[in-house]
């Protein structure tokens, strides 16, 4: 059975039939399309189920198996590297704009611009050691407690800055529809490439369109294919940051 929609359309899309001329409104009006499409589109019943046990069991093992050995190293070296706590904790927007605290192993000197302006490549904030733990994705691993805690899960799209979401929400039409999900460790957008600073809104606005995309098809096979090539992603930036020093 089909919901009705959960967004109150902009009433002079709602009667517009024919598709707009400018550039602004091609935009507007091919959100509203994804928007009804996402509407009619439910995952199978069980599809909650299983992927709550999923990233259960992928946190409790990742937490019990590498974070135990692993974040006492990864503390000591932080500690060893700058001053500061060795967790960089941040409000960020969850599931139906409920605000949470996001884990991170710190990357950056202490700072007061760490909440209002997005990290860059080249970003003098950025410790030596930190740039390591950013490549790796190691400063990202504290967020398995989050998937625990149920403010996350391991795949959905990535939890933006309260101040950032506050920011798109006013410029990117239907930018809040990616918070109907709850957010993730990975999504669709970060396995096709858009990760890291957003220079220009064009950008932005390709990852949410990742992100609608991933709502409306949402199933386990597609989590399971976000994850491994997440995975292969991942360690192929390893391997080439390796190669790169023994050059």
């Known amino acids: 059975m089909k919901q009705e929609a959960i967004l109150d359309l902009p009433l002079e899309k709602q009667q517009s039939q024919s598709v707009p001329q400018t550039d602004m409104a091609s935009i507007r009006y091919m959100f509203h399309e994804m928007n009804q499409q996402l509407v009619d589109h439910q995952p199978a019943a069980y599809y909650y189920t299983i992927k709550r046990i999923m990233d259960m069991t992928l946190a409790s093992a990742f937490i019990l198996l590498v974070m135990s050995w692993l974040t006492p190293i990864l503390a000591l070296l932080i500690k060893l590297s700058s001053k500061g706590p060795v967790f960089f904790i941040q409000k960020r927007t969850g599931y139906m704009g409920v605000e949470f605290d996001c884990f991170k192993f710190r990357t950056m000197y202490v700072n007061d611009e760490a909440d209002i302006k997005q990290v860059s490549i080249n970003d003098n904030r950025i410790t030596r050691l930190g ?35 506050r920011y798109y929400s006013e410029c990117i039409p239907y930018y809040n529809l990616r918070l109907e999900v709850l957010p993730g ?25 990742w992100d609608i995309y991933y709502m409306k098809n949402r199933s386990i096979g597609l989590d399971t294919n976000i994850l491994f090539s997440t995975v292969g992603c991942v360690f192929s930036k390893i391997f080439g940051l390796f190669s790169k020093k023994n050059k």
Do not use: W
């Open 131 to 165: 740039k390591f733990l950013r490549v790796t994705h190691l400063d990202e691993t504290p967020q398995f407690f989050n998937v625990l805690l149920g403010d996350m899960s391991v795949v959905g799209p990535r939890p933006h800055m309260l101040y950032h979401t």
């Open 185 to 209: 460790m990975t999504g669709m957008a970060q396995i096709k490439d858009y990760i890291g600073e957003i220079s220009v809104e064009r950008e932005l606005r390709k990852r949410i369109q």
